[in-house]
């Protein structure tokens, strides 16, 4: 059964914070991914990684890095949590080949900024 | 760019009736792939149906059906005999082969099915 897990499913931090968010997949997919949900507006794409050491920014990148030391894991990291962050955080992955491949994702994380 | 566009923030529908949630993209692109995920109140995702812009039968799952129009640039979920459990959001989303591995979603419909 494929799974793609997160560190939380809620998370409360303090504005200023550091806060990292854990993502571990166990499909040996290449291509890994963070979004974050809001209200109508959908998932929109904070950064992506198509391999090890490597990552690409999305559509809004800004307050947020990610790190990817190992295939199975990609973290998303808020260097000082504000409240404008506080929203769904999900992690997705997917095989690299193939228009046809979906994406998995993992249960989210709501972080609330207080 | 590319954009998907759902236009019913919210939908009801009577218990084993059929519900259709409309999705419509835009891209300049020919090869891509359209999807549909549903996300219940627990905050999975789940994947219900893909559909290949080459493909030329509308995909079927079961109960969830794409009414696939290219011309129209519309790929619209059909679901047949509606549950309870069917009660979700639920999302469309893109990828095109010249747009990396990336994905585009809509803003979601929300679905109640009534008993």
């Known amino acids: 059964d494929v799974k793609v897990t997160q560190s939380s499913r809620y998370l409360v931090k303090r504005t200023g914070e550091k806060v990292f968010l854990e993502c571990v997949q166990d499909m040996d997919h290449e291509n890994m991914f963070w979004y974050r949900q809001d209200p109508g507006l959908g998932l929109r794409l904070i950064y992506f990684?198509?391999?090890?050491?490597?990552?690409e920014k999305g559509d809004i990148p800004e307050g947020y890095s990610v790190s990817r030391e190992k295939k199975e894991r990609f973290s998303l990291i808020l260097e000082s949590a504000s409240t404008n962050q506080t929203s769904m955080y999900l992690c997705?992955?997917?095989?690299?080949?193939?228009?046809?491949?979906?994406?998995?994702f993992g249960p989210g994380t709501r972080l609330t900024v207080l | 760019a590319q954009k998907i566009t759902q236009t019913q923030p919210g939908m009801f529908v009577q218990e084993k009736e059929a519900v259709t949630l409309d999705c419509t993209y835009d891209?300049?692109?020919?090869?891509?792939?359209l999807f549909w995920y549903k996300q219940p109140s627990s905050g999975e995702m789940i994947f219900l149906i893909y559909q290949g812009s080459y493909d030329e039968q509308n995909a079927t799952e079961g109960r969830y059906s794409l009414n696939f129009q290219k011309a129209r640039k519309s790929a619209n979920l059909v679901i047949s005999a509606s549950q309870l459990g069917d009660s979700a959001m639920y999302f469309c989303a893109m990828r095109d082969i010249n747009y990396g591995q990336n994905f585009v979603f809509g803003p979601g419909t929300r679905l109640s099915v009534l008993p």
């Open positions: 891209t300049s692109d020919q090869s891509y792939g």
């Open positions: 990684s198509y391999d090890v050491k490597m990552k």
């Open positions: 997705a992955s997917r095989q690299l080949a193939g228009t046809y491949n979906e994406q998995f």
